[in-house]
Nanobody, 127 residues
Framework: QVQLVESGGGLVQPGGSLRLSCEAS????????MAWFRRAPGKEREFVAA????????YAVDLVKGRFTVYRDNGKNTAYLRMNSLEPEDTAVYYC????????????????????WGQGTQVTVSS
């Protein structure tokens, strides 16, 4: 059983940065596909970015490309989402997800690709 614990959320001004952490237990992150999703107020949960299990290739939605980066530290068994140039529209609860499969890139954006989920961490971008 894999458990995921997110941290790093908070209040930040527009243009600021945050780094979200997702610490895994029960399995090493290098053997998992890792992803970040978010749910904004009044909206459905949506895919943000992911890292493939094999090869570590990353994939992000157009809205965050160039601003958000997903990466992992195998030694700390933790995945991260680095968020720069934050905008009020990025305000959401951010969820970490992990999957044991190795789906093709186009499938990484679907929640069904991931078996394990964290509890979520709130990110608020406001002046």
């Amino acid at each position: 059983q894999v458990q995921l614990v997110e941290s790093g959320g908070g209040l930040v001004q527009p243009g600021g940065s945050l780094r979200l952490s997702c610490e895994a237990s029960g399995r090493t992150v290098s053997t998992l596909a890792m992803a970040w999703f978010r749910r904004a107020p009044g909206k459905e949960r949506e895919f943000v970015a992911a890292m493939k299990r094999v090869g570590g290739t990353t994939y992000a939605v157009d809205l965050v490309k160039g601003r958000f980066t997903v990466y992992r530290d195998n030694g700390k068994n933790t995945a991260y989402l680095r968020m720069n140039s934050l905008e009020p529209e990025d305000t959401a609860v951010y969820y970490c997800a992990a999957g044991t499969g190795n789906p093709i890139t186009g499938v990484l954006r679907f929640e069904s690709a991931y078996e394990y989920w964290g509890q979520g961490t709130q990110v608020t971008v406001s002046s």
